[in-house]
């Protein structure tokens, strides 16, 4: 039987147990029991006390055995989120929730939640900023299953090999196998970065574009991306694709200039054209003019 200051401290154990497992991907037994101040035959209770709640742990194999947060359970770890996070949290799902279409309405849902468990000292600044903010929708803005995006969050953050099928813009489709690498949102859809091993090169695909997504259970070894980061490797793949339309300006101001004063992150590249001048090649604008 465990000892009565044991079974005392359990809920908040186990509160900081789902804390930890979310934190790294794999956790060995005796360090995961070290972090908790408990002994291995307490942390093998405390797992399968999680385990009778629906929360998906399992445990791994090798010279020490650990164990890790899996898929499959329907409980969802509790989130330890501290003032900063949560403001950011409440930002995040209030913009989703006025301006992205497909998880706008889970994004409400979630923002109602979130409010409703809002310690006193935090509500006057999501209630000033709910006054103040209001997010202006994309008119080109394509909905994207929230589940899709989860479940290849998932297997970039877990290193695992992505395969799914992807149509192409003539609407041709086949079976991919990719190392997923990171989300980005631009223009008003979700974009995945991710490097092709049949290709030997870096790809970006349309998440909407993306059917039958599953997890291979084969990992892999991140590999550095080929430009400073993923926002930057999505600007420079857009600005270069091929378009039905484009505008080439020249423009009588300096390149820096023009760049700050674009409307959209990714409309196409602006290169000097002198000190006091550029040439502006924008896919946005060859796309309103030729309408």
Not at 20 to 25: E, H, K, V
Not at 92 to 115: C, D, F, H, N, W
Not at 163 to 181: I, N
């Amino acid at each position: 039987m465990e000892p009565t200051s044991t079974r005392r401290d359990m809920p908040a154990r186990l509160l900081r147990l789902l804390s930890l497992l979310q934190t790294r991907r794999q956790w060995p037994g005796a360090e995961l029991a070290q972090r908790l101040g408990t002994s291995r035959r307490t942390l093998r209770r405390d797992v399968q006390r999680l385990r009778e709640l629906d929360y998906a742990v399992d445990a791994t194999t090798g010279t020490d055995g650990g164990y890790r947060l899996a898929r499959g359970g329907r409980a969802v770890p509790p989130l330890l989120l501290d003032d900063e996070e949560t403001v950011a949290a409440a930002i995040a799902l209030a913009t989703a929730a006025g301006s992205t279409p497909g998880i706008a309405e889970g994004a409400t849902r979630a923002l109602v939640k979130l409010q409703a468990l809002l310690p006193a000292r935090l509500r006057p600044q999501l209630d000033a900023l709910g006054r103040a903010a209001a997010a202006l929708p994309h008119r080109g803005a394509v909905p994207v299953d929230p589940a899709r995006l989860a479940l290849l969050a998932g297997c970039r953050r877990d290193t695992e090999v992505l395969a799914f099928d992807y149509r192409d813009r003539r609407g041709c489709s086949r079976r991919r196998r990719v190392e997923p690498y990171h989300l980005v949102t631009a223009q008003g859809r979700w974009y995945l970065i991710a490097y092709d091993p049949d290709r030997a090169d870096w790809r970006i695909f349309r998440a909407d574009r993306i059917a039958d997504a599953l997890p291979t259970r084969r990992g892999f070894t991140p590999r550095p991306l080929p430009a400073e980061n993923p926002a930057d490797l999505l600007a420079r793949s857009l600005a270069e694709a091929d378009y039905p339309h484009t505008a080439h300006l020249h423009v009588d101001l300096p390149a820096d200039q023009v760049r700050s004063r674009l409307f959209h992150p990714v409309p196409g590249t602006v290169t000097p054209d002198g000190e006091h001048r550029c040439r502006a090649r924008l896919t946005a604008l060859g796309r309103r003019l030729a309408r």
